[in-house]
DNA sequence: AGCAGGCGGTTAAACGATTAACCGCTCCTT
DNA sequence: AAGGAGCGGTTAATCGTTTAACCGCCTGCT
């Protein structure tokens, strides 16, 4: 590989001369500047970033700590940085955690030792010790979805999209809804649940269950479904509403007919669900850029005051979803209130 | 951050010394080896990976080049690579080409620029011109899934999974074929139709359109599928198969009642469909693997022959295909010839 | 005339780690 | 006893780039 030292030769310059012609860093004659650009050209001379980022101390590299890329949402997340990204002149480190907490602070550490400037960071587990203590010192992070106290952050809004759900299916006739929230201690299925219950609870009571993110459903989830007495689902997320479609389906219940199913996300395939998947889109093109923005400003000021953007969501309203359908349901109704947890307060 | 250096005044050593006890590349006496891991760990010491690649030339990072992350079968290479990866002690740089070779090519000489050891690549185009001329030098390569003439490679055995499908459909009584096959210059999609075509030809002829990629189905496409006269569709890939179902299922037919329908890829999703997805499943995981161990070995003998991995595939049978319903088509059969472009041979 | 200051370039010191070469010393061999 | 080998450590060169400091030289001001 051609280094900087051979350009210089070949130009019959200095090195520094070469690095300013290349860099811009001063004013160099137009002759000498022709003759270096030639010279660089010739030799196919590419600077090698690691002596950069050495000399510098940044490497115009960002790293990306995931929780799992298995789950479409991240993913999703992950291509929606990649433009803003390479937008702003900086390619993206990528690791995945596995959903493993183990895993997420050997990356970090990895990342820590020099190897990229920032950090945009969608933790495993808010909770964890190494989130609070942030074993890593001084290196800029911003977090997307689960926001860590004291650092830039970027959220959806996830009280407005619950709210919005909400006022969907209350507004199509729905008042016995079945509440899948997702797990307890993310700050995402808090928000969604807390919008929807404040904007529900007026009108019914809600039977709920705590699930994870996958589509396969708990046992308590399924005891749930089986119940009946619901005539719409709220689910944590799209995959979940897709675990939940099938099972119904399966069990011979129509969507939307029988019962309207809901989502959170917009994933990409949640428009080709048969039927379509009612969801909650949250802005991911418009949340990659603000976090690549946030980061970006923070290394230009360290110092300046942490911030949170909150993003506007949105209901996509599609075929999951339509007025109940008044007759009574197959179930018995008085054996219910056994089944589900009951709404805590 | 604190260097070696101080890491060395702190142990009372030279920097040599920490180099020696840390790497383990020659012998120190458990007394200083001692005193040199404590002072490290007081100072919170972590190596600089920028400095030690500089010197070593080798930056334990491997690049990630990939055509489209919008694409899930190529989010779940990555998914794929990521865990066998950190196996190997490597770190991801992952770049996404948005399927274009302009991008494409910024991406590899940015990583040729000393940033990565080598490049897992999936190229955009394997006609583009920045491929064959390999504009990176000397940089190793394993390409996946679109083989690089003179690189490593893994594939997938797409003619045995064309010839799966066929058989499959074959054995189920279908006939009456339309095949949408993937972009033609890919040898993915070129192998399938090959596998097929030569499985499933001595029985019936068929009807053939080319598609991309997407769920969103061309004019030609709609218009196969609008002629009638088939039981069976065979789709370039899941996505596809999935705007396949939709389209039919909009228009009133069952499936597979009325068409059976398959798919390729296996994607996550693929059996959360309504029906689930009757498709061939390429192996991921061991794809992945295959490719880091190969570019592995590459780095280790630069001078190796270099080697093409088949990866075996499989059928996976679900709910999207059955054996025709053998009561004709509402549709006319005579009209049909003109639709869809005839097998060339 | 004398001096400040700009211009266009070079020199050389970093950045932080790795590693060949070397230096005393001890111990073994012949 | 002389020479060699092994041991445990240090010195110093090096990777490729950046950039502060410096050096002549020419201009323009007083």
Redesign the pocket.
């Known amino acids: 590989?051609a280094?900087?030292?051979d350009?210089?030769r070949e130009a019959?310059?200095?090195?520094?001369?070469?690095?300013?012609v290349?860099?811009g860093?001063?004013?160099?004659?137009a002759?000498?500047?022709e003759r270096v650009r030639a010279a660089a050209l010739a030799l196919g001379?590419?600077?090698?970033?690691?002596?950069?980022a050495?000399?510098?101390?940044r490497t115009q590299t960002l790293g990306v700590l995931l929780p799992d890329l298995a789950n479409p949402f991240f993913v999703a997340l992950l291509h929606a940085l990649a433009p803003a990204a390479r937008a702003a002149g900086k390619v993206l480190m990528v690791y995945d955690a596995e959903n493993d907490a183990a895993l997420e602070l050997a990356g970090l550490q990895r990342m820590a030792a020099?190897q990229v400037d920032g950090i945009i960071w969608v933790p495993v587990d808010v909770d964890a010790p190494h989130v609070a203590g942030r074993s890593t010192p001084e290196l800029p992070v911003v977090t997307i979805d689960r926001p860590v106290p004291d650092t830039d952050a970027v959220v959806a809004d996830h009280v407005a999209g619950g709210r919005l759900l909400a006022e969907h299916l209350a507004g199509l006739g729905h008042n016995r809804v079945a509440l899948l929230s997702g797990p307890e201690e993310l700050p995402s299925s808090r928000g969604r649940r807390r919008g929807f219950i404040e904007a529900f609870a007026p009108l019914t009571p809600v039977w709920e269950s705590h699930t994870g993110f996958s589509h396969e459903l708990s046992a308590e989830a399924r005891a749930l479904l089986d119940g009946g007495n619901y005539d719409a689902v709220v689910c944590a997320n799209d995959m979940v509403a897709s675990g939940v479609m099938r099972y119904l389906t399966e069990r011979g219940l129509s969507v939307p007919n029988d019962v309207s199913v809901v989502g959170f996300d917009d994933v990409a395939w949640a428009s080709l669900m048969q039927p379509a998947l009612t969801t909650v889109r949250q802005p991911l093109a418009a949340m990659g850029a603000a976090a690549v923005r946030l980061l970006l400003e923070r290394l230009g000021d360290p110092q300046r005051a942490t911030r949170r953007v909150v993003m506007p969501v949105e209901l996509v309203e599609r075929g999951s979803t339509a007025p109940p359908d008044l007759v009574t349901w197959p179930g018995e109704a008085t054996e219910m209130a056994l089944l589900g947890r009951e709404e805590r307060n």
Chains 1, 2 share one sequence.
């Not at 019959?12 to 300013?20: D, F, L, N, P, Q």
């Open positions: 590989m280094s900087m030292k350009v210089a019959g310059v200095s090195v520094a001369t070469v690095s300013h290349l860099r860093t001063k004013h160099v004659s002759e000498l500047t001379y590419v600077p090698n970033l690691q002596a950069s050495l000399r510098t101390g020099g």
